[in-house]
């Protein structure tokens, strides 16, 4: 295993100059975020991202890309605004990811993540046969680029998101599509310990995300993210048991504040988990 970080591909992003921060952090891998759709139709931003990595020396893990319209980060209007699951915004969401695949693509880049939302843990519900129906179509694309269509964790439960990787691989194929397992937001939406969530879905891990948080205690906002160590990943268990399930791929390193103090907390970060890596 070894230490990488989220970088965040925005409008403005001078991608040379993020890239050499990455460098000078004394790190060579990232997982790369967008949620611009102007920048994934954009030929020269692919380019623009190839050269920057090969100067600087740096693989990109995973692409990560958001989608548009309105989203809110709560349990009640997240219900209706995140990933997929709501049926308003899913058909325009579902072909910004397919953009987002092509675009991965170019980067060669195999590993492809996004949210899918808070799918119902009901087989029954009818949304969560649609959400399914969007996530193959997302799945198929990735396949044909030779990629594989990654859930980030959080929003759903672990056997949720389990019965729903293998309903996909049913009608797409196995091997098709994976988890990016983000510990914090397992936590941070109060859907499971990453721990224990390692028994139900690990053999599907592809991606690994290293952010701390707490529980929520409030029933209509997350947890609280803190940096890495002062939360409720018991992060020495934790890579102990990515070890045991096999997995030897890159931890990206995820803290969502800005600023010094974010860049602070990262390199703090890197020296835990290197640590306890070995």
């Known amino acids: ?22 460098r000078a952090m004394g790190m060579e891998s990232c997982q790369l975020v967008c949620w611009e759709r102007k920048i994934i139709n954009d030929e020269k931003a692919a380019e623009a991202i190839l050269a920057a990595a090969e100067k600087h020396g740096i693989t990109i893990s995973a692409f990560w890309c958001g989608w548009g319209g309105r989203k809110v980060w709560d349990f009640y209007d997240g219900q209706l605004t995140l990933g997929l699951v709501p049926a308003d ?23 492809f ?50 019965r729903a990787l293998q309903d996909i691989e049913k009608d797409v194929g196995e091997g098709c599509v994976g988890v990016n397992l983000d510990p914090a937001n397992l936590l941070m939406y109060g859907k499971a310990n990453p721990v224990d969530a390692l028994e139900v879905f690990g053999e599907y891990v592809r ?22 160590g002062q939360g409720k990943v018991n992060y020495p268990v934790f890579i102990e048991r990515l070890k045991e399930v096999g997995y030897d791929g890159d931890i990206t390193i995820e803290r969502e504040i800005s600023g010094e103090e974010q860049k602070k907390d990262i390199l703090a970060g890197k020296e835990y988990l290197e640590q306890l890596i070995g």
């Open 89 to 111: 915004y899913r058909a325009e969401r579902v072909r910004m990811l397919l953009e987002g695949s092509d675009f991965a693509k170019k980067l060669g880049v195999t590993d």
């Open 1 to 22: 295993m070894r230490v990488g970080v989220i970088v965040r591909m925005e409008a403005d992003t001078d991608i040379n100059e993020k890239f050499a921060e990455v």
């Open 113 to 162: 993540v996004t949210h899918v939302g808070y799918m119902p843990e009901n087989p029954y519900d009818t949304n969560y046969q649609g959400t399914l129906n969007a996530c193959k179509e997302v799945a198929e694309r990735c396949k044909k680029n030779g990629q594989v269509f990654l859930f980030e964790t959080g929003q759903e439960t672990p056997v949720t998101l389990k």
């Open 207 to 228: 991606g690994v995300h290293g952010k701390d948080g707490k529980y929520p205690t409030d029933g209509h906002f997350l947890g609280e993210e803190v940096p890495i």
